[in-house]
């Protein structure tokens, strides 16, 4: 290293001679490690002296050791228009979705703890917030069930008992129940005499439709916001591709594709965004405490004479250090909080035997092959684990071809976000809430600074070195320019790269959602309900029932094949002059 920092500066003249009696240019490359100046060295010496020990195998790269002659060992920054212009295209948009995932607003350090519980720990938060969605949809089904019954159908004042403006209003009764179930969290069932059910229901319906319009959900925004993040993918492929082809290309497909692979590791966030979306949060801090305690007024005025069980306690102490750790934040619950709400989910369904459609076997296969129970880690860590897995994969296909330095660091920050989600089982006393909400904090403060950091680094230019392009000389310096290089590389952004990307980013932002609304249709209705007592899921109740749909359509089409069919084999070969002759009506 001593000696090729003592060397004069190479002569980048395109027309320079290397003399072969000398093989070892006595010169270093002023800009590091550069493309360009890199190839323009190669050349010189491939083309004057092509079995230069240089070369690695006589092919047009160096060697690692001729790399760090003329490069150094160190890494070279990138030109800064080129880092900004990567940030740009390949990480703003997963900053994008970052910025508009649902925070309640409680406080300033809550909201910052829901982003840092987001980027640092991204396993438990995805796992609370399917919590939050299958505790809902227990309740939900508990209460649909009990309006099915025609004691409770009673209950509803519409003229018509059995026709559409009954289901309506059924479905708005139930839904406002479980609303102001759900803004308690717990709910202590009150025992409710017969005859005062009704005007109960009343007041429950308006506590419900308050709930319904304080609810914030971001769900057609944020779904239109993960729209133009994948068309943001699909536009910069194709930017990449028309930039490499041009006759002075200033854009690098391989360094390109290491973008698109450090970003993929954060594809995860499209699932994590949309279960906050449907969530939703309360439009101001006071909202929460202040509609539950005009319901339980209202009850308490219309009704003096109740004993009724409402938890007037809870509502009493709905302030910001208590909701932080007991719930108020869905993305993160204390561990006993998380139990509690898994105790009281019913989990009749995991032993069913009997199914009365095929969906509703495939459904339950699914199921439990993802373990989409309630607080269940496995859903969370396999879209975790997809995204690092399309990262490795990229990166491994870009030339040279295998496992390098950027596979560290991308198994670096995957690592980071399995020991953040361990830590989170650590004991604390159950009175240390903010003991424990403080150590989750600094904890995913230090994971999520430690893998925004990893991928600043590599924006900069950390792995812009010789030993990440020969893997650790193993291989010839796999220059863009390289044609052994260059044919891989755009072969692959118009087919491989893209469709890694893509796959990943459809069962993200297909497959799981559509698993998820499935599975939690209730809870879906529920949160995206309106205070108008109008559906924001017609659309969307297609939507989720496709398979199902195409699924009857298949079997209707088999089976409209398969009964001519049968009959046809059935039906005895007759010869025509054996058919009888044909008989007046009423020959009989």
Known sequence: MNISMALPACSLNSTVIYDC??????CTNTAGFQFESLWIITKAIYDSCPND???????EALTQEACEVFAGSNWTVYPKGDIWARLATWK???????AVFPR????????????AHLIGDPIST??????????????????????????????????????DKCRAEVTLVWKGLIAIIDSYDEWASPTIPPQDRREFLKICVITGKALAADRSTKFLPIAVAEGFFIGSIAVAYGRTRESAASTNPQTFINIEAFSVAFSALYFWIIPAVFLASVIGVSQTENAIPRIPRRFRDDVKKQFKDWDVQLPPDLVDKMDTAARETEGGIYSWAPIEAQESVKANIRTDADHRTGFSTRWERIKHTTSSALSLRPGSLTLPVVAVIYSALTGILISYLVPPLGFEYRHIGE????????????????????HQHNLRFNFILVKDIIAAAATVTGIIVTQVGVFNRCSCFTRWGREGLALPQWSDVSDVLFRRINTTYPAISFTCI?????LIPLIIVRHYELAMRVFLQRDDGVSNLDWLHGVVRLPETIGRSIARLGGNIKKPYLRLLREPELDRDDLPTAQPPGWI
């Open 21 to 26: 009696i000398n093989p070892y240019p006595n």
């Open 53 to 59: 020990t240089w070369l690695f195998q006589s092919t």
């Open 92 to 98: 703003f948009p997963l900053l994008q979705l970052v």
């Open 104 to 115: 309640p607003p409680l406080n300033f350090r809550t909201e910052f703890f829901v982003l």
């Open 126 to 163: 995805i796992s609370n917030l399917l919590l939050k969605v299958a505790s809902c949809q227990r309740r939900a089904l508990f209460w649909k069930n009990r309006f099915t019954g025609k004691d409770y159908i009673d209950l509803i004042e519409v003229d018509d008992l059995y026709g």
């Open 411 to 430: 198994i670096t920050i995957y690592s980071t976000w399995i020991v953040s989600v361990a830590l989170n089982f650590i004991p604390f006393g159950s």
């Open 506 to 510: 459809g069962f993200m932002f297909f």
